[in-house]
């Protein structure tokens, strides 16, 4: 390989073309990205949209001064290139985490209406556990408020409420 093809090799699947600004004296770069790619410029390097298309952008990308290497170009085009891999990645990590949390939520709502539906369908069966536990708790317990009846037609209380009733 010669030194021009290892220098580029970064960017080679990127690459549309490097031309020379001989007006100005600099190399410009015109490269290729994906839709949805994310790129703007510095202070040492200008980004400008050639053309837009269904696939992504033409862009050319060229220095603001003379000083400005053609490596320093390829560099930032490199830096373009990781940034989105990068973006990419953490998408993709986001939405695997998504649908993992989405699994969890959905088996504990499918957890939660087993559980309502066996209480709606068990809750008022004749020996259910709980109309057992009540049963149990209601026989054998005394009323709150003792009552004394004194055969008079007047119920007095133990707390010493007198109720009058007629016979």
């Given at each position: 390989?010669k030194?021009?093809d290892?220098?580029?090799?970064?960017i080679?699947?990127?690459?549309?073309?490097?031309?020379?600004?001989?007006q100005?004296?600099?190399?410009e770069l015109?490269?290729g990205?994906p839709?949805?790619?994310?790129?703007?410029?510095?202070?040492?390097?200008?980004?400008?949209?050639?053309?837009?298309?269904?696939?992504?952008?033409?862009?050319k990308?060229?220095?603001?001064?003379?000083?400005?290497?053609?490596?320093?170009?390829?560099?930032?085009?490199?830096?373009?290139?990781?940034?989105n891999?990068?973006?990419?990645?953490?998408?993709?990590?986001?939405?695997s985490?998504?649908?993992?949390?989405?699994?969890?939520?959905?088996e504990?709502?499918?957890?939660f209406?087993?559980e309502?539906?066996?209480?709606?369908?068990?809750s008022?069966?004749?020996?259910?556990?709980?109309?057992?536990?009540?049963?149990?708790?209601?026989?054998?317990?005394?009323?709150?408020?003792p009552?004394?009846?004194?055969?008079?037609g007047?119920?007095?209380?133990?707390?010493?409420?007198?109720?009058?009733?007629s016979?």
């Amino acid at each position: 390989m010669k030194t021009i093809d290892i220098a580029l090799q970064p960017i080679i699947d990127y690459l549309i073309s490097i031309t020379r600004n001989t007006q100005k004296g600099w190399f410009e770069l015109e490269i290729g990205v994906p839709k949805g790619w994310v790129f703007d410029e510095n202070d040492e390097i200008s980004c400008e949209i050639l053309s837009k298309l269904s696939e992504g952008s033409i862009v050319k990308i060229f220095p603001k001064n003379p000083d400005v290497l053609i490596d320093d170009l390829v560099a930032f085009v490199e830096v373009i290139i990781d940034t989105n891999k990068k973006i990419a990645d953490k998408e993709k990590e986001f939405t695997s985490r998504m649908e993992e949390m989405k699994g969890k939520l959905e088996e504990e709502a499918k957890k939660f209406f087993e559980e309502l539906d066996e209480l709606k369908q068990n809750s008022f069966k004749k020996n259910s556990d709980n109309f057992v536990e009540k049963k149990k708790e209601t026989r054998g317990r005394k009323p709150k408020i003792p009552v004394l009846n004194n055969n008079s037609g007047t119920i007095t209380t133990t707390e010493g409420n007198t109720v009058v009733t007629s016979e």
